[in-house]
C-alpha cells in the first residue's frame, strides 16, 4: 500500500490525446524519458493506483511544462479518459533527466521546513518564482507564508526525511 504523504507529487493528468489511450501529464519536473520502470502512482479515490506505463509509448516529453503518458492497459481513447483529472506520484524521488540545466525545485513539495533552531516552520505547499526572486509557499500552523528559497538561505535539506533547514531572517516569521 502507497502513503500518499511519503510519495512523491509528479503532476496532474489534463486531457487524453489521440484515440491510442495517450493522455497529457502537466509536470514541470525534467524526467528522463528513457528510463520509465517504476510505476506512476495514480490518484483513485484518494487511494494510489500503480499504473505501468507502456514499454514503447509510456513517456514522452511534450515543452517542458507537460508530457505524453499511456499505460499498459489503456488502448483507447475511453480507457485513458477516466484519468484525466487525477494526480499522479512516484514512490520515490523521480527519475530526473541529468541534462537538464534548471534544478527543479517542485521535488520539495510536501517536506517539512525547519528553522535553523531546529523549530518546525511548517509544510511545502509549492516552490513559487516572482521576477526571479525564489520562494517556499508554505503552510504553517499561522496559515500560509512565502519565505525566500535560495542558496543563501537553503542550510541543509535530507531527501529521504523530506525535510529541509532554512536559514529564516530575524523577525520575518513574526510578520
Known amino acids: 500500500m502507497f502513503v500518499k504523504e511519503k510519495c512523491f507529487y509528479l503532476g496532474k493528468i489534463i486531457r487524453s490525446h489521440g484515440i491510442h489511450g ?19 502512482l495514480v490518484d483513485i479515490d484518494g487511494g494510489l493506483v500503480p499504473f505501468y506505463l507502456h514499454k514503447k509509448e509510456g ?8 508530457y505524453l503518458i499511456r499505460f499498459d492497459h489503456a488502448s483507447t481513447k475511453d480507457d485513458a479518459e477516466k484519468y484525466i483529472g487525477s494526480d499522479v506520484y ?8 541529468e541534462s537538464c540545466e534548471k534544478p ?8 517539512e521546513i525547519f528553522s535553523e533552531d531546529n523549530k518546525l516552520v511548517g ?5 513559487v518564482d516572482y521576477s526571479g526572486n525564489t520562494l517556499v509557499n508554505i503552510h504553517s500552523k499561522n ?33
Open 90 to 97: 512516484l514512490e520515490h524521488t523521480p527519475f530526473v533527466d
Open 123 to 127: 509544510t511545502v505547499l509549492d516552490i
Open 59 to 66: 513517456l514522452k516529453d511534450r515543452d517542458h511544462q507537460s
Open 104 to 111: 527543479n525545485l517542485n521535488i520539495f513539495r510536501g517536506f
Open 143 to 175: 496559515g500560509e507564508l512565502l519565505l525566500p528559497f535560495t542558496e543563501e538561505h537553503i542550510v541543509d535539506w535530507d531527501l529521504d526525511n523530506k525535510k529541509i533547514i532554512l536559514r529564516i531572517a530575524k523577525g520575518l516569521l513574526d510578520i
Open 22 to 40: 495517450h493522455l497529457v501529464l502537466a509536470s514541470s519536473i525534467p524526467l528522463d524519458t528513457a528510463n520509465t520502470k517504476e510505476p506512476f
